[in-house]
Antibody, heavy 119, light 110 residues
């Protein structure tokens, strides 16, 4: 059974850097074809894909946020870390991490963590 | 503004059939498969349909998906009160080299 859980601060100040950790079980990021992605949802708005990292360390970023995002993996700890620089109140959202096999959809997802950015 | 276009809302009475549309372009739906997610507030989005029309294990056959050209649709037959949720379509976009989502459709069971 695959499970994922997001962790990190619930409140950050504008201009600060956000660091979120996705801790997972039930799969290994050293297995060929496996990836973990990040998706967010601002309150009352739609889902937005942020970043994706694969077993071979291939990294993909949303073009609109690429300059602010960094995704890394720690295979030994079963963790994926997302950092987002220069946070702004518009970045207030629930941030989800999700498992993805190459060519397949995001499934399953973590429960999400709400991050509020104060001005 | 989401890359994929969905109606913001849909509704139906118990037992009815409802459909939710998702419109994209040649770089996403036109060249890749479509997935659908069901999202209840405060919970993790759940994969409902993948590869245009495939149901994961455990998803009732009341849910079905289809795709034609640059559009896709989700159909829910025999509507039930527990189907009240937000529904999102998603697809890979070759131009953006990333996943794109629809704006979401809030389904209300009257």
């Amino acid at each position: 059974q695959i499970t994922l859980k997001e962790s990190g601060p619930t409140l950050v100040k504008a201009t600060q850097t956000l660091t979120l950790t996705c801790t997972f079980s039930g799969f290994s990021l050293s297995t060929s074809g496996v990836g973990v992605g990040w998706i967010r949802q601002p309150p009352g708005k739609a889902l937005e894909w942020l970043a994706l990292i694969y077993w071979d360390d291939d990294k993909l970023y949303s073009p609109s946020l690429k300059s602010r995002l960094t995704i890394t993996k720690d295979t030994s700890k079963n963790q994926v870390v997302l950092t987002m620089t220069n946070m702004d109140p518009v970045d207030t959202a629930t941030y989800y991490c999700a498992h993805r096999d190459l060519g397949r959809p995001f499934d399953p997802w973590g429960q999400g963590t709400l991050v509020t950015v104060s001005s | 503004q989401s890359v994929l276009t969905q109606p913001p809302s849909a509704s139906g009475t118990p037992g009815q059939r409802v459909t939710i549309s998702c419109s994209g372009s040649s770089s996403n739906i036109g060249s890749n498969t479509v997935n659908w997610y069901q999202h209840l507030p405060g919970t993790a989005p759940k994969l409902l349909i993948y590869s245009n029309n495939q149901r994961p294990s455990g998803v009732p056959d009341r849910f079905s998906g289809s795709k034609s050209g640059t559009s896709a649709s989700l159909a829910i037959s025999g509507l039930q009160s527990e189907d009240e949720a937000d529904y999102y379509c998603a697809a890979w976009d070759d131009s953006l080299n990333g996943e794109v989502f629809g704006g979401g459709t809030k389904l209300t069971v009257l």
